[in-house]
């Protein structure tokens, strides 16, 4: 089997893709702060800023393709930390991209929908970049840097993502889940519009892009849709009948980084590839049964 290192993999996307992944590649995986035994992948801890870490990284992993999931990858945590979001961020993501050039290997980034400013959506690989955020910005940086350094190299723009989370990270949906459950007060935009995509998607997204892509492609679910109605999606799939959902603004709620209103992703490109997200229903209902 090819060996696939997958930086970040306990991470939530990294943890599903070595879930999803396992028996089809041999699994090698970098962990950071939470140094979390992942079943079925050789995990090694490796802070991604070391360059002098990162290539003894290659040297003994020497992998036949990369998928590099690691970053701070919280807008509000980038706003107030910037430096550290641009080591991880943009430097590193720039550096692995470097030795993928070198080892002349396989190279997936995983960037966001929030290099957008929500003001044009949907939104196609060949729209302008426009980030409102640290964040955005750094990961929009890393994009235009990693395709200068290695042109091969494949952008995955993620849309926002749910599903399983495993023994650290979490998506968006775990804390709403438990809000509902506890019948706590849940506020929810009604004025911000994604596209999510549920863990499976996404894994899928990932693989059928490795390879098959160069330069930037959009993996976003099915359907445009609020924070609040997704929230009543799930109120409804996962029978949460004393949940307790009100409808709010963004603006009614302080956060340190400035958050665009529509950054809902056109996937046809990959839809082209055979990208397929199941409608949201769907996906809720299988995360239903899995749980
Ligand atoms: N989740 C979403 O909805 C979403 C949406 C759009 C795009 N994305 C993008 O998708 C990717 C995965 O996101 P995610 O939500 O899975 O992230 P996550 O759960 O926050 O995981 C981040 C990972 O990065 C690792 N990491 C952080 N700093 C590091 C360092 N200095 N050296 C090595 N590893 C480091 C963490 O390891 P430790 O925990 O061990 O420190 C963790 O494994 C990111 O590129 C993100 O920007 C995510």
């Given at each position: 089997?090819?060996?696939?290192?997958?930086?970040?993999?306990?991470?939530?996307?990294?943890?599903?893709?070595?879930?999803?992944?396992?028996?089809?590649?041999?699994?090698?995986?970098?962990?950071?702060?939470?140094?979390?035994?992942?079943?079925?992948?050789?995990?090694?801890?490796?802070?991604?800023?070391?360059?002098?870490?990162?290539?003894?990284?290659?040297?003994?992993?020497?992998?036949?393709a990369?998928?590099?999931?690691?970053?701070?990858?919280?807008?509000n945590?980038?706003?107030?930390?910037?430096?550290?979001?641009?080591?991880?961020?943009?430097?590193?993501?720039?550096?692995?991209?470097?030795?993928?050039s070198?080892?002349?290997?396989?190279?997936?980034?995983?960037?966001?929908?929030?290099?957008?400013?929500?003001?044009n959506?949907p939104?196609?690989?060949?729209?302008?970049?426009?980030?409102?955020?640290?964040?955005?910005?750094?990961?929009?940086?890393?994009?235009?840097?990693?395709?200068?350094?290695?042109?091969?190299?494949t952008?995955?723009?993620?849309?926002?993502?749910?599903?399983?989370?495993?023994?650290?990270?979490?998506?968006?949906?775990?804390?709403?889940?438990?809000?509902?459950?506890?019948?706590?007060?849940?506020n929810?935009?009604?004025?911000?519009?994604?596209?999510?995509?549920?863990?499976?998607?996404?894994?899928?997204?990932?693989?059928?892009?490795?390879?098959?892509?160069?330069?930037?492609?959009?993996?976003?679910?099915?359907?445009?849709i609020?924070?609040?109605?997704?929230?009543?999606?799930?109120?409804?799939?996962?029978?949460?009948?004393?949940?307790?959902?009100?409808?709010?603004?963004?603006?009614?709620?302080?956060?340190?980084?400035?958050?665009?209103?529509?950054v809902s992703?056109?996937?046809?490109?990959?839809?082209?590839?055979?990208?397929?997200?199941?409608?949201?229903i769907?996906?809720?209902?299988?995360?239903?049964?899995?749980?």
């Amino acid at each position: 089997m090819k060996k696939l290192l997958i930086t970040g993999a306990n991470g939530f996307l990294g943890w599903n893709i070595c879930r999803l992944a396992k028996g089809r590649w041999h699994l090698f995986g970098t962990v950071y702060s939470n140094q979390v035994e992942i079943p079925d992948v050789n995990t090694m801890n490796i802070d991604l800023t070391d360059h002098s870490e990162l290539e003894r990284l290659f040297e003994e992993v020497r992998p036949d393709a990369v998928i590099h999931t690691a970053a701070a990858s919280d807008a509000n945590f980038c706003q107030v930390n910037p430096d550290l979001s641009y080591r991880i961020n943009v430097e590193a993501s720039v550096n692995i991209a470097l030795f993928c050039s070198d080892y002349v290997i396989p190279y997936v980034y995983t960037s966001t929908d929030l290099v957008f400013d929500g003001l044009n959506a949907p939104y196609r690989e060949s729209d302008p970049v426009f980030p409102v955020n640290v964040y955005g910005e750094h990961k929009a940086q890393a994009e235009e840097r990693i395709l200068q350094a290695y042109p091969q190299a494949t952008v995955c723009r993620m849309s926002l993502m749910f599903g399983l989370s495993g023994p650290v990270a979490k998506s968006f949906m775990q804390p709403m889940l438990l809000a509902m459950k506890e019948g706590r007060e849940l506020n929810l935009f009604v004025n911000e519009f994604r596209t999510p995509l549920s863990a499976e998607s996404a894994v899928a997204g990932l693989f059928l892009a490795l390879n098959k892509v160069c330069g930037i492609i959009h993996l976003g679910g099915r359907e445009r849709i609020s924070r609040y109605d997704f929230g009543k999606l799930m109120q409804e799939t996962f029978k949460f009948e004393n949940a307790k959902i009100r409808p709010c603004k963004k603006d009614e709620i302080h956060l340190p980084a400035p958050r665009p209103a529509d950054v809902s992703l056109d996937s046809s490109k990959a839809a082209a590839l055979g990208f397929r997200p199941l409608p949201l229903i769907e996906e809720l209902q299988n995360l239903y049964e899995n749980l």
